[in-house]
């Protein structure tokens, strides 16, 4: 099993990865801006456990099967990246929606499918894996890293929806809301540098 200090080192690098700005947490900012904290709550569930799945995925064996079918791999970031830039097209284009019509934010499952093709989400769970697994017990130790990018996944989604919706009081006029999703979709565009790189 993981000892006191990797179980320790293990949850800073949970925390400063689902911290910080990426993919999860442009769509979240967005969604706390665009449809506030409450209505984002399915899109922050759907991250919150949707990486730690991937997690115990990729240790268990999907990592495997990329490195033998190369181009499988291959056609999950064409997808992936194609799927980014339609969300940052959905978010630079949110407006307000047609009268008699709530806008919809993104589920559960969109939240927990966006993991498979998020750039940033790859590189943290082969990167968790690689460090933070301990041969002799690899699959106990593989659960014990889901379980603990889970635990701090839940208040980092929790903090960029809030965030965004707090932005979202402050950006209330039509011209400002614009300005912000385009600024966010633009970032989300610029995630995909790992995919062309």
Do not use: C, D
Request: charged letters at 10%; a positive charge.
């Amino acid at each position: 099993m993981l000892t006191a200090e990797t179980l320790l080192a293990l949850a800073v690098f949970a925390t400063v990865a689902t911290v910080t700005p990426g993919p999860n947490n442009a769509l979240l900012l967005a969604s706390g801006i665009n449809h506030g904290f409450r209505r984002t709550l399915p899109l922050m569930a759907g991250i919150a456990f949707g990486f730690p799945v991937m997690v115990l995925a990729v240790g268990l064996g999907l990592g495997e099967v990329f490195r033998r079918l190369p181009w499988l791999h291959g056609a999950v970031k064409v997808a992936g990246g194609l799927y980014l830039l339609w969300l940052a097209w959905r978010i630079a284009t949110a407006g307000e929606p047609p009268p008699g019509e709530a806008p919809r934010p993104l589920t559960f499952l969109q939240g927990a499918g966006f993991q498979w093709v998020n750039p940033k989400a790859w590189a943290m769970a082969v990167s968790a894996i690689a460090a933070y697994t301990v041969p002799a017990a690899y699959a106990p130790t593989t659960l014990m890293v889901a379980l603990v990018f889970l635990a701090v996944a839940l208040p980092s989604v929790a903090l960029w929806a809030a965030s965004g919706a707090g932005l979202g009081r402050l950006v209330a006029g039509p011209r400002e809301r614009r300005l912000v999703n385009i600024t966010l979709a633009l970032l989300l565009v610029a995630s995909l540098w790992p995919l062309v790189g």
